[in-house]
């Protein structure tokens, strides 16, 4: 399902899918500005860009892990260490600029040892308190719900590594504890509304690779059989738990098939990906991931800048359009540095 096109056109819907979550969280700081005109992404911003993120990630998650780890010969420790090494310098600076606030502002007692070490294993609030946030840095709740999806997903490759129908039967079923979860409000470790809101669309992605590497194999009509099936029980699960008013009215499922659809989209539909293909806003979606970790920490550091430089003066416009920039800005040079270390690093 990919090439280097494709990556492209996912590359610039990174970037606007990042640009959506950015502002859902940031715009409450800047009074609301614009918040008339951009209703939809203030409202509904953040909901697309998670699963947009967790359902890309289980696309190519698929695309170039599935075939190795059917194989048996990559042990877990060596593929979450290849996995988790990407984004974990990065993740530890955002914490880093997050805590280093906290303690500027609020002394040591708002740092915990157990929120450190929850931090710095990727078992934040999201999986072991039964909150959204992460305690410093809140969005990061999401890389550790990420983290926990690369792991089922090992765990489903490995066991179902000798039957096709068992590995679409188990992400499939992944997709329904998923949706489930993301219902059902348990406050139990791994599976809060937070890790369903990751294992659905995660392993949505997984599924949508699956029928997509299907169809060019010549297997359309089992996998169809199968999706339908899939479909069926989700349709029936969900309105048996929660009604079928409840189950249809409700966003997630709405949500998740309008990621699914864009996603594929983009993907085949040429003159689509040819739109996509803006070089800036594809060079943009290279630094989605430093974007979202960063701009909560650089928001506080950013209103802190501006209120003892004198320059709160200026408008709330103003104020969030300079925020934006240099968001882009420090990420950009964020991003160019770590590259240039990792390079270094394989080069020695």
């Not at 990727?122 to 308190?129: A, C, S």
């Not at 990906?273 to 979606?285: S, T």
């Not at 882009?328 to 990792?342: A, E, N, P, W």
Request: glycine fraction near 8%; aromatic fraction near 16%; proline fraction near 2%.
């Amino acid at each position: 399902m990919g090439n280097n096109k494709r990556i492209d056109a996912w590359n610039t819907l990174r970037f606007i899918f990042i640009i959506g979550v950015v502002l859902y969280h940031t715009n409450s700081y800047f009074n609301r500005c614009g918040t008339s005109k951009l209703y939809f992404v203030y409202r509904y911003g953040g909901f697309f860009c998670n699963y947009f993120f967790f359902m890309l990630s289980g696309v190519l998650m698929a695309m170039t892990w599935k075939d190795r780890l059917s194989k048996g010969n990559i042990p877990i420790g060596t593929f979450l260490v290849k996995r988790v090494a990407v984004i974990y310098p990065i993740y530890l600076l955002g914490e880093f600029l997050a805590i280093a606030y906290k303690l500027l502002h609020e002394g040591w007692g708002a740092i915990t040892v157990k929120h450190l070490l929850t931090d710095a294993l990727f078992i934040t609030t999201g999986w072991i308190d039964g909150g959204v946030k992460g305690p410093y840095d809140g969005p990061t709740w999401f890389m550790c719900v990420l983290v926990c999806c690369y792991c089922l997903y090992y765990i489903i490759c490995r066991i179902t590594s000798k039957s096709r129908d068992a590995y679409l039967i188990a992400i499939t079923m992944m997709v329904l504890l998923g949706s489930y979860l993301e219902h059902s409000g348990l406050e139990i470790p791994f599976l809060y509304r937070t890790s369903g809101e990751g294992y659905m669309n995660f392993f949505f992605g997984t599924l949508l690779h699956a029928v997509y590497d299907a169809a060019h194999k010549r297997a359309k009509l089992k996998i169809v059989k199968i999706c339908i099936g899939g479909g069926i029980v989700l349709v029936l699960t969900g309105s048996a738990l929660l009604g079928t008013d409840a189950f249809w009215g409700d966003k997630v499922t709405v949500i998740s098939i309008i990621c699914a659809a864009v996603i594929y989209l983009s993907a085949n539909v040429v003159w689509l990906r040819r739109l996509l293909e803006v070089r800036p806003a594809v060079v943009m979606g290279t630094i989605s991931m430093e974007i979202f970790i960063m701009h909560m920490p650089w928001l506080f550091w950013y209103q802190n800048i501006i209120k003892h430089s004198g320059m709160v003066l200026c408008s709330d416009r103003v104020q969030y359009i300079m925020y934006l920039l240099s968001l882009v800005l420090l990420c950009f040079l964020i991003h160019f540095i770590y590259q240039k270390v990792r390079t270094s690093g394989n080069k020695g």
